[in-house]
């Protein structure tokens, strides 16, 4: 009898007690006996339990309406659909195609699979609500591809999922070891996830939101946006920070912070630097929104950027304002914010913060204290 190859199941696998989240001994059999990562775990099952389907909502009110409306909205509504369905769609493919060779835990695995699977849910829905809230869904799938602003938006988050990609698949080949370097990749990867979906979702989320408002126009949309918001919100986002904070406790998750510090840094004030950029862009040729001026969208960056880098105990590095409080107080209707403010202040900020961090660049160990 052949035996099966490793890759495919790793009867030699010796680590069932404490099964690495990345790049650990190649997975034997799917373990729920040993619940190594209870919280990834329940995050898994809160995900699944709250399944749903981008058929949910009736979009055909919003039809007339992208007929009707001032072309500032419509303008506004579809450069931000145009967006959110590119950045869904990128999230869709590559969560599990780059994180297949490298997750050894059946419990993140798992975790990860639903959220691929629910960002499917998320990019369909951007595709229903085109299909039909407009009579020519294929013009608009034109008009949609050529904002060349919505595509430079994703240029930085882009480029990083390419190097895991191309990581991930050249380990996958045999063609690199399982060394630290492919581990920093892996772990860069999930840091880009996390800036992607905090800050550059949420502000997506604000201006959607924010047409509802101030419009009261197409709430089947934000109906189903608040849908998606939530399980970003409440569910990917914590999901990242927790597989963060669950690597931080190995010793190659910490090398790992410390080899990638700078990347870090890099990637959160590019994406914020993207996003004003996008922000100006969105509230430039007379397009406005009633109660929502163009520096309280960018504050709303500010303050969901400031969520993540103080994560990362990495404030000092900011290059831009910090923000603590939230600036748009209608976001609180659509998002159950408490939730997540209480726990990232309880704990989610805790574990990089007491770390102890080595910079290669410096022979100095600093204990960081808060
Ligand atoms: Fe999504
Ligand atoms: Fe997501």
Request: charged share 25%; proline share 4%; hydrophobic share 40%.
């Amino acid at each position: 009898m052949t035996p099966l190859p490793q890759k495919i199941f790793n009867t030699g696998k010796t680590d069932y007690e404490a099964p690495e989240i990345l790049l650990g001994s190649d997975p034997g059999l799917f373990d729920t006996i040993n619940k190594h990562y209870p919280t990834l775990w329940k995050l898994y099952k809160t995900l699944k339990s709250q399944d749903w389907d981008e058929n949910e909502f009736d979009y055909a009110p919003c039809n007339v309406q992208f007929k009707t409306c001032d072309k500032s909205t419509y303008d506004m509504m579809v450069k931000t659909l145009a967006w959110q369905w590119e950045a869904d769609s990128v999230a869709a493919r590559s969560i599990a195609a780059v994180l297949a060779p490298l997750c050894t835990s059946s419990e993140a695995w798992a975790g990860w699979v639903e959220i691929t699977r629910n960002e499917i849910v998320h990019a369909a829905t951007y595709s229903e609500i085109v299909r039909n809230s407009f009579d020519n869904p294929d013009d608009i799938l034109e008009e949609i591809l050529s904002v060349k602003e919505a595509m430079a938006r994703l240029e930085v988050v882009g480029e990083a999922f390419g190097d895991a990609l191309a990581t991930s698949q050249a380990y996958a080949r045999g063609d690199l070891p399982n060394d630290q370097r492919v581990f920093d990749a892996a772990y860069l990867f999930v840091v880009t996830l996390l800036c992607m979906e905090r800050i550059q979702f949420m502000a997506s989320f604000a201006v959607t939101f924010g047409i509802c408002e101030s419009t009261g126009l197409f709430q089947p949309i934000g109906k189903a946006v608040q849908k998606i918001a939530q399980d970003e919100f409440e569910v990917h986002v914590q999901y990242g920070k927790e597989v963060l904070k669950a690597l931080y406790k190995t010793p190659r998750g910490q090398a790992a912070f410390a080899n990638c510090r700078d990347s870090i840094v890099a990637i959160i004030n590019e994406v914020v630097a993207s996003e004003t950029a996008w922000t100006e862009y969105a509230f430039s040729e007379g397009r406005e929104l009633t109660g929502v001026t163009c520096q309280m969208m960018k504050d709303w960056v500010y303050f969901s950027a400031t969520d993540v880098i103080t994560f990362f105990a990495l404030e000092a590095e900011a290059s831009f304002p910090l923000v603590r409080t939230n600036p748009l107080k209608y976001m609180e209707n659509w998002l159950d914010m408490g939730k997540i403010q209480a726990s990232n202040q309880e704990e989610d900020t805790a574990q990089y913060k007491v770390g102890v961090m080595k910079r290669d660049d410096e022979d100095a160990v600093f204990a960081v204290d808060f």
